[in-house]
C-alpha cells in the first residue's frame, strides 16, 4: 500500500473479523426494511492505526420504498396470486376429469344393463321358437311339411347363435366394468359375475333449456378453469406492464456506531446506546434502462397470452352451452323414443298373442284357404311376430339405456355430476360390490330397489329380472 496507509511499512497487514445479525421483511408496498446489528473486530500493523485490537458495534436501521417500479400490493403479491389460481385450476382439472370418468363408468354399467337384458330376450326368442320347433317335429309323422320344419330349424338355429353372441356381449361388458372402476382379484373374474340391481325407469325432476344453461355456466368446472387462466395471464400483464417504469426508489437508513480499542467489542455495543451519535441518510435513486426493450418485449407477450386466454374462455362458453342444450335435446329426444317404444313392444306382444291363438287352433296341413292363409304362411307369420317381439323389446332396452346414459350426460354437461352421485351416503354412481353367497356380484348405479336376477341355466349367466316387457316367463 500507499505509506499515508501503511505509515511507511512495505505491506498493509489487516486482521478482520465481523458478524451482523437482523431481521428483513418485505412489505407488501414492495418496500424493504432491515435492522441489524453488527459487531467487529480489526487490527493492523499500519503505524496510524491508534487504537489496536479495535472492537467495534453498529446498529442500523434500513429503509427501501419503490415509488414507480415493483410499487403497490397487485405488482408484490402477484406470485401469491398466481399460486392461487394454480391451485383453482389444478382443482377444476381434477373435478373435470373426475366427471369423465364417472361419464364412463356409468356407460359401461348401462352397457351391462344392456348385454344382460338383451341376453334375456334372445334367451326367450330362442326358446320360443324351439316350443314351435318342437311341436312341429311331434307332428312330422302326420301333417308338419318338410318345408316348415327347415323353416323352424333355420330360425332356432339362428336365434342360438345370436344367443351365443349375446353371452359373449355380457362377458365383454363386464370386463370393461371391471377395468373402469379397477376391480381386483381378476383371476376370479371367470367365476364372479356383475349383476345390475338399478331399475332404469327413474326420471329425475326435468330442468327446462334455460337452467340446464344456466346450470352449466355457473358449474362446469371447464369454464372455471379458462376463468383462471385468464385471470393468471390478465396478473402476469398488469406484472409486465408496471416494469415498464422507471425504477424509482426512496432511500432512508439511520444508525449509531462505537470503537473501544483491546479488544473492547463488548464496550464498544455498550457504547453506542449512551455516547454515540445517530448518523442518517436520506435521497432518490433512478435507474431507467436505455429503451426499455426487455421489458416492452415481456409486455407484448402477456398480451398476447391475455389475448388468447380470453378467445378461449369466449370460445369455452360457447362450447359448454351448446354442449349442455345437445345433452338436453338427447336427453327429451330419449324420452319420447322410450314412450314410442313402449307402445310399439305392446302392440307387438298383443300380435304375437294372437297370432300365438291362431297357431294353436289352425291346423297343420289345412290353412284357411278362403283368406287366403296356408299353413306355410301361418308360421313365417308366427316365427317373424315372435322377431317383431323381440326387435320391439331390444328397442325399449336400448331406449332405456339411451335414456339413463342421456340423464348422466346432462348432469356432466351442467356441471352436476359430483354433487348428484354424491347427495347421501347411499348414493353413489358405482356403489360398493358385494360377493354373495351364489358366488355373484351385484352392481349397482344410483340407488334403487335391487332386483332378483334371472337364471339363464344353459348358458351359465344372469340377466336383469326387471324391466318392462322382460318380464320371467
Given at each position: 500500500g500507499n505509506t499515508l496507509t501503511t505509515g511507511g511499512l512495505p505491506f498493509l497487514k489487516d486482521n478482520i473479523w465481523s458478524g451482523e445479525a437482523?431481521?428483513?421483511?418485505?412489505?407488501?408496498?414492495?418496500?424493504?426494511v432491515k435492522v441489524s446489528q453488527a459487531l467487529g473486530f480489526q487490527n493492523s500493523n499500519s503505524r496510524f492505526f491508534v487504537p489496536q485490537d479495535q472492537g467495534t458495534a453498529t446498529l442500523s436501521i434500513n429503509f427501501e420504498q419503490p415509488l414507480m417500479r415493483g410499487r403497490?400490493?397487485?405488482?408484490?403479491?402477484?406470485?401469491?396470486?398466481?399460486?392461487?389460481?394454480?391451485?383453482a385450476s389444478a382443482n377444476d382439472e381434477f373435478a373435470a376429469r373426475l366427471q369423465e370418468e364417472l361419464n364412463q363408468i356409468v356407460t359401461a354399467y348401462w352397457n351391462l344393463y344392456s348385454s344382460r337384458a338383451l341376453l334375456l330376450q334372445r334367451r326367450r326368442n330362442f326358446e320360443l321358437g324351439r316350443a314351435v320347433l318342437v311341436r312341429l317335429e311331434g307332428r312330422a309323422n302326420f301333417d308338419a311339411l318338410p318345408l316348415q320344419l327347415a323353416q323352424a330349424r333355420a330360425a332356432v338355429a339362428n336365434r342360438e347363435t345370436a344367443l351365443a353372441n349375446a353371452g359373449r356381449d355380457v362377458m365383454i361388458?363386464?370386463?370393461?366394468?371391471?377395468?373402469?372402476?379397477?376391480?381386483?382379484?381378476?383371476?376370479?373374474?371367470?367365476?364372479?359375475?356383475?349383476?345390475?340391481v338399478e331399475?332404469?325407469?327413474?326420471?329425475?325432476?326435468?330442468?327446462?333449456?334455460?337452467?340446464?344453461?344456466?346450470?352449466?355456466?355457473g358449474n362446469r368446472p371447464e369454464l372455471r378453469q379458462a376463468t383462471q387462466r385468464t385471470r393468471a395471464a390478465a396478473i402476469r400483464n398488469q406484472v409486465t406492464a408496471n416494469e415498464l417504469l422507471p425504477d424509482l426508489k426512496l432511500l432512508f437508513s439511520t444508525y449509531v456506531a462505537a470503537l473501544e480499542g483491546d479488544s473492547g467489542i463488548e464496550?464498544?455495543?455498550?457504547?453506542?446506546?449512551?455516547?454515540?451519535t445517530p448518523g442518517f441518510a436520506a435521497g432518490l435513486q433512478f435507474d431507467f434502462p436505455w429503451r426499455n426493450r426487455a421489458a416492452r418485449s415481456r409486455h407484448q407477450v402477456t398480451g398476447l397470452e391475455l389475448n388468447r386466454a380470453q378467445l378461449e374462455l369466449e370460445q369455452i362458453t360457447i362450447n359448454l352451452i351448446a354442449d349442455a342444450q345437445q345433452s338436453w335435446y338427447r336427453l327429451e329426444s330419449a324420452r319420447q323414443r322410450l314412450d314410442s317404444s313402449l307402445t310399439a313392444m305392446a302392440a307387438a306382444q298383443a300380435e304375437l298373442e294372437?297370432?300365438?291363438?291362431?297357431?294353436?287352433?289352425?291346423?297343420?296341413?289345412?290353412g284357411d284357404w278362403s283368406d287366403g292363409q296356408t299353413q306355410s304362411l301361418i308360421l313365417?307369420?308366427?316365427?317373424?311376430?315372435?322377431?317383431?317381439?323381440?326387435?320391439?323389446?331390444?328397442?325399449?332396452?336400448?331406449?332405456?339405456?339411451?335414456?339413463?346414459?342421456?340423464?348422466?350426460?346432462?348432469?356432466?354437461?351442467?356441471?352436476?355430476?359430483?354433487?348428484?352421485?354424491?347427495?347421501s351416503p347411499d348414493d353413489g354412481l358405482m356403489q360398493?360390490?358385494?360377493?354373495?353367497?351364489?358366488?355373484?356380484?351385484?352392481?349397482?348405479?344410483?340407488?334403487?330397489?335391487?332386483a332378483s336376477p334371472a337364471e339363464l341355466p344353459e348358458t351359465g349367466l344372469s340377466a336383469p329380472g326387471y324391466s318392462p316387457g322382460l318380464q320371467q316367463q
Open positions: 437482523g431481521f428483513r421483511q418485505k412489505l407488501y408496498t414492495g418496500g424493504n403497490g400490493q397487485y405488482y408484490n403479491r402477484s406470485q401469491i396470486f398466481l399460486a392461487e389460481t394454480a391451485v361388458a363386464e370386463a370393461e366394468l371391471r377395468r373402469l372402476i379397477s376391480a381386483g382379484q381378476w383371476q376370479q373374474w371367470h367365476s364372479v359375475e356383475l349383476l345390475t331399475p332404469p325407469l327413474r326420471d329425475p325432476a326435468r330442468d327446462t333449456l334455460e337452467q340446464s344453461v344456466i346450470a352449466a355456466l464496550r464498544a455495543f455498550q457504547k453506542q446506546f449512551n455516547s454515540a294372437q297370432l300365438d291363438l291362431r297357431w294353436d287352433n289352425a291346423a297343420m296341413v289345412e313365417d307369420q308366427l316365427l317373424a311376430a315372435q322377431q317383431k317381439l323381440f326387435d320391439a323389446e331390444r328397442v325399449v332396452v336400448e331406449s332405456e339405456q339411451e335414456l339413463k346414459i342421456s340423464q348422466v350426460n346432462l348432469k356432466r354437461a351442467t356441471g352436476t355430476l359430483l354433487g348428484f352421485c354424491q347427495g360398493q360390490v358385494q360377493e354373495t353367497s351364489a358366488g355373484d356380484t351385484t352392481v349397482s348405479g344410483w340407488p334403487g330397489p335391487e
